[in-house]
């Protein structure tokens, strides 16, 4: 079976996803696309999607009949009434993050959902498929090293442009953290504050950077997570997970180890898209295997709302300096 995507925003990864489908997955094939900008599709149409309609409106895409499911790869503040418009017409949905911009906007498409009786929605966090975190994941799970008990978290990257704003140190960055953090503990946060260190002469005027965020679970565990985005030497994503019996480690990624010059060395990679390029692909097929089964799995649309209100308190938290407590609505049964 053959799955028909329609794909609305085809910029950085809109694109990227569609060259996924047509070149890497199997069982899907992208037949329609829309953009706020035209051109954006018929450049795809010309080099990858021959066959691809282009639609001005996205949401005559979603209700095309020959659509079986939809990919939102647009801008984040057009997302949830892009959602909102497939669980009406009762469409599977891959949602890049965020799923909205408001806890609001989330606990929408939530209520949607569940009115809708049936889980259509998957928010677009990868590193839930990422091999690394699956790996660390089934140690602590297997409870090899115990109840844990404290994370030691970094999310570094090289630069960032001059509109990078704080508060995307948050809704941008740890955002991702935010979502594999819970799945890693099975836990929910309880609380945030986040500590401003002494700032880098490398980041701009108005960004404050590096910063450090600490997270309290509902369990009591402790989560401390340095975002330095101007860190200069390379993309790095650490994880670290100290158990009642042990500690266990997020993998580094595979890079050859050579012994030269009387040095012992191996290569950091410097781009975000090469560190997690695998985990998309595991993502993206799971998501068309989930439409083929009609079965939902992964990030939920209440996993996008989870974030959305971390994310929240620890953006609330930035600017009081204050120990901030993120509130939770009650999870719905309809996503036990
Ligand atoms: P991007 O390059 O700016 O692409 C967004 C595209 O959507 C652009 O072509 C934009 O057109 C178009 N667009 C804007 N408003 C639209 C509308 N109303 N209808 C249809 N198309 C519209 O951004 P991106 O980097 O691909 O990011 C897109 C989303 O994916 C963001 O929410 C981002 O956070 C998320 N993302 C997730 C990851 C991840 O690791 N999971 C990585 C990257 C991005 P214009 O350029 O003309 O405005």
Known sequence: MTINI?????????????????????????????????????????????????????????????????????????????????????KAVFCEKPLAVTAQGCMNIVEAEIKAGRQLVQVGFMRPYDSGYRALKAVI???EIGEPLMLHCAHRNPEVGDSYTTDMAIT???????????????????????????????????????????????????????????????????????????????????????????????????????RFIDAYDVELQAFINNVISREMTGPSAWDGYAAAVAADACVAAQTSGEIVPVKMADKPAFYR
Not at 49 to 73: C, G, K, M, W
Request: glycine share 6%; with cysteine.
């Open 172 to 274: 941008d960055t740890l955002i991702h953290e935010l979502d594999v953090l819970r799945w890693l503990l099975n836990d929910d946060y309880a609380s945030v504050q986040v500590i401003f260190p002494r700032k880098t002469r490398k980041a701009s005027s108005h960004l404050r950077d590096p910063q450090i965020v600490l997270l309290e679970t509902t369990k009591g565990a402790r989560i401390d997570v340095e975002i330095f985005v101007n860190c200069e030497y390379g993309y790095d994503i650490q994880c670290e997970v100290v158990g009642e019996s042990g500690v266990a480690r997020l993998p580094e990624p595979v890079s050859v180890q050579t012994r030269s010059a009387a040095k012992l060395s191996t290569t950091l990679l410097t781009d975000w898209k090469k």
């Open 6 to 90: 329609g794909v609305i925003g085809t910029g950085a990864i809109g694109r990227e996803h569609i060259r996924r489908c047509s070149t890497v997955l199997q069982n899907a094939r992208v037949v329609a696309l829309n953009d706020i900008n035209r051109d954006n599709c018929q450049q795809i149409v010309n080099a990858l999607t021959p066959e691809a309609r282009i639609y001005d409106n996205a949401i005559d895409l979603i209700n095309d009949p020959q659509v079986n499911a939809v990919l939102v790869t647009s801008w984040g503040p057009t997302h949830e009434a892009f959602v909102l418009a497939c669980i009406e017409a009762g």
């Open 141 to 143: 799970d297997s409870g």
